[in-house]
DNA sequence: GCCCTGACGTGAA
DNA sequence: ATTCACGCCAGGG
């Protein structure tokens, strides 16, 4: 048979998958999720599937926001709230209107390893 | 097909 | 810190 008719996107499955793989207690920008996924720079497809999603795809929406620490959403808007609050849950505090990557920032993980070589006796001040 | 909008990102002013 | 211009590209009208 000539295959489905629906388009069966890779893209997408990956990106579904990057979101699910997000650590509780940690957050990813929209840019990283489509890097992991394979798909630099579409950060916007990120956003896109996440508003077709809805709640039914259960993901960790909430995981995810811009690269600057920001909600993707009004500050004063119901999104925005609920996304606080879910992130609060698992321990995310916002600093103002941002969260602190370098303290929730998935990538963070990756970072500790390439930027910890306990070998090196460090010339950063010793005290 | 053209135009506009958008859960974005980045560099420059 | 803000604002602007672009780049990106899928949908909707």
Redesign the pocket.
Known sequence: MKSAQIPLRPEHQAIHDAIAAIPPGRVA????IAARAGLP????????L??E??EAAALP?HR?L???GTL??APRSRAFLE?KRRLAAEGVSLRGNRVELPRFGWQRDLDAELWAPPASPARRRSG
């Open positions: 920008s929209y840019g990283e720079g579409r950060a916007r497809l990120v956003g896109r996440l508003r999603a809805g929406w995810v811009r690269a600057d993707a959403f996304q």
